[in-house]
């Protein structure tokens, strides 16, 4: 069974820094895309980050430059390292592996930046 587990998010004021971890269990997690993904109320869900299984990163323009995605295949994990948070960054953040049509996620973690 796939598990993806989020920890990591909470309250944290404009300016501030977060950084959200995936720990992955129930795949061959060298294999995978991984990624970040947020939505906030009223919103559809957008992407934030991603890694491809070679380790390149792919960001939102919203997020460039503030944010940072990381893998570590020895341990089944993905990081999102978010730094000058603003209030628009408020969100529930979640999880994302792909590999060809299959596709998980975990439960989120909420964000939110205050003013």
């Known amino acids: 069974q796939v598990q993806l587990v989020e920890s990591g998010g909470g309250l944290v004021q404009a300016g501030g820094s977060l950084t959200l971890s995936c720990a992955a269990s129930?795949?061959?997690?060298?294999?995978?895309?991984v990624g970040w993904y947020r939505q906030a109320p009223g919103k559809q869900r957008e992407l934030v980050a991603t890694?491809?299984?070679?380790?390149?990163?792919n960001y939102a323009d919203t997020v460039k430059g503030r944010f940072t995605i990381s893998r570590n295949n020895a341990e089944s994990a993905v990081s999102l390292q978010m730094t000058s948070l603003r209030p628009e960054d408020t969100a529930v953040y979640y999880c994302?592996?792909?590999?060809?049509?299959?596709?998980?996620w975990g439960q989120g973690t909420q964000v939110t930046v205050s003013s």
């Open positions: 129930g795949l061959t997690f060298n294999r995978y895309d």
């Open positions: 994302n592996a792909k590999f060809n049509f299959l596709s998980f």
């Open positions: 890694i491809t299984s070679t380790s390149i990163p």
